[in-house]
C-alpha cells in the first residue's frame, strides 16, 4: 500500500549542465535526487574460470550511481545545511544491456523486469571464451563500451511520469583477473576482500581524555581509516582456518585517526603504523582482530602544544583505546565479509 503522507514530488531542479539534479517537495525539507546513471555497485564484480572447460563467468551487480550529483549536493547543503536528500521514490519497468556478441553472453539475470523484483541492484552473469576475455580487457580502457539503459516511473501529484536513466559499466583491469576454483579459492577471495578495501570507522576513539588530577577533555568526532599493506602480511591456512600475521611483527597497516578537541578548541591528526593480526574460520565466515600495536604514532596538522602531544599519544597506547579499536575493526571486516558473501 502506498504512503499517502509521502512528500509529492513539485518542481524539478536542474545543475549547471542543465541536466534535472532532482526535485523539490510538498515538504520543504527533502529534496529528491535522481540516479543519471547505474554502474558497478560497491565493485561487486568477479571473474572465474569455469572447471573443465576453457570459458569464464564474469558477474556484476549494477546500481544507482550518485556521483554526478555531489556538487549540486554540496551546492545545496552550504546555503541549507539542515536539507534532506533521499532517492527518488520510483517504480522500476525494465532494464537493457547492451553486450556485443564479441565479448561474451548473458546467462542469467536478475533485473526489474518483474514486478517482484523492484530493487534498484541488478545482477548479470556472463559467459566469455578465453578469446573473447582478451578483446574484454583491451575495451575496459574504454568504459563505455557496455551500455544500456534502465526505466522507471514516478509519482508527481497523482501523475505518473516516466523516465530514463543510462547504464555505463566501468570495468577496470583488476576487474578481470582471474580468480580460480581451486581448493584455495575462498582463501584468495578473503584476501582479496581485505587486501583491496580501505576501511574508515567514525567515532570509534569519542571519549574522554583524561590529563592526570582528575582533569580530562573530551574527544570528538573521531575517525579512523586505514588499510592493510599485502607485501607486510603473511598468510597462513590450515584446516579452513586463515591466520594474516604481519611480517616480523612490524606495521602490516597503514592508519590515521583524526578527532576534535572542543576544550583546546583543536583538531588532531595523526598517522599510525599499526601490527595487526587476524584469524578468520573459513566455517563461520567469522573474523577476529588477534593483535593490534602501533609501532609508531606521527602527528601532523595539528595544534595543540608539545605537552598535549606526549599525553596524546600515550592516549592512542592505552589498552582500553586498542581494545575498543580491535573490536570496531572485528566488527567492521565481519560486516564486509558477510556482506560480500552474500553476492557469491
Not at 556485443?100 to 530493487?119: A, K, W, Y
Not at 584455495?184 to 581524555?209: A, C, P, S
Amino acid at each position: 500500500m502506498a504512503d499517502t503522507n509521502a512528500p509529492e514530488v513539485t518542481e524539478a531542479i536542474l545543475d549547471s549542465n542543465g541536466e534535472v539534479f532532482g526535485f523539490l517537495t510538498t515538504d520543504p525539507k527533502v529534496i529528491y535526487v535522481v540516479p543519471r546513471e547505474w554502474n558497478i555497485h560497491n565493485r561487486k564484480v568477479f571473474l572465474e574460470k569455469i572447471p573443465n572447460t576453457s570459458d569464464y563467468e564474469l558477474y556484476f551487480i549494477l546500481g544507482p550511481d550518485f556521483r554526478k550529483s555531489a556538487a549540486k549536493i554540496a551546492e545545496i547543503q552550504a546555503r541549507n545545511p539542515t536539507i534532506v536528500f533521499l532517492p527518488l521514490p520510483k517504480q522500476y519497468s525494465q532494464a537493457v544491456l547492451n553486450i556485443p556478441d564479441e565479448v561474451g553472453t548473458i546467462q542469467t539475470s536478475l533485473t526489474p523486469d518483474s514486478v517482484f523484483n523492484q530493487s534498484p541492484l541488478l545482477y548479470y552473469k556472463l559467459r566469455i571464451t578465453k578469446k573473447q576475455l582478451s578483446l574484454f580487457k583491451v575495451l575496459t580502457q574504454n568504459n563505455a563500451f557496455i551500455t544500456g539503459l534502465i526505466e522507471y516511473k514516478f509519482p508527481s501529484r497523482s501523475e505518473v511520469f516516466e523516465a530514463i536513466a543510462s547504464i555505463k559499466v566501468d570495468f577496470r583491469s583488476s576487474d578481470l583477473d582471474i580468480r580460480d576454483r581451486n581448493e584455495d579459492y575462498h582463501t584468495e577471495w578473503m584476501k582479496y576482500q581485505l587486501f583491496n578495501r580501505h576501511i574508515r570507522l567514525d567515532g570509534v576513539l569519542d571519549k574522554k581524555f583524561y590529563l592526570g588530577s582528575g582533569i580530562s577533555v573530551d574527544i570528538t568526532d573521531s575517525i579512523f581509516k586505514g588499510y592493510m599493506l599485502e607485501d607486510k602480511t603473511v598468510v597462513k591456512v590450515s584446516n579452513r582456518k586463515v591466520y594474516l600475521l604481519s611480517r616480523n611483527n612490524i606495521h602490516n597497516f597503514k592508519g590515521e585517526v583524526f578527532f576534535r578537541i572542543p576544550l583546546l578548541n583543536s583538531n588532531v591528526t595523526a598517522a599510525m603504523d599499526i601490527s595487526m593480526d587476524l584469524y578468520l574460520d573459513l566455517n563461520t565466515l567469522s573474523i577476529y582482530v588477534t593483535k593490534l600495536y602501533p609501532n609508531n604514532i606521527k602527528f601532523k596538522d595539528t595544534n595543540v602544544g608539545s605537552f598535549y602531544i606526549k599525553l596524546l599519544r600515550k592516549f592512542l597506547q592505552q589498552k582500553s583505546v586498542l581494545d575498543d579499536l580491535s573490536k570496531a575493526l572485528t566488527k567492521e571486516f565481519q560486516y564486509r565479509l558477510l556482506n560480500q558473501n552474500l553476492f557469491i
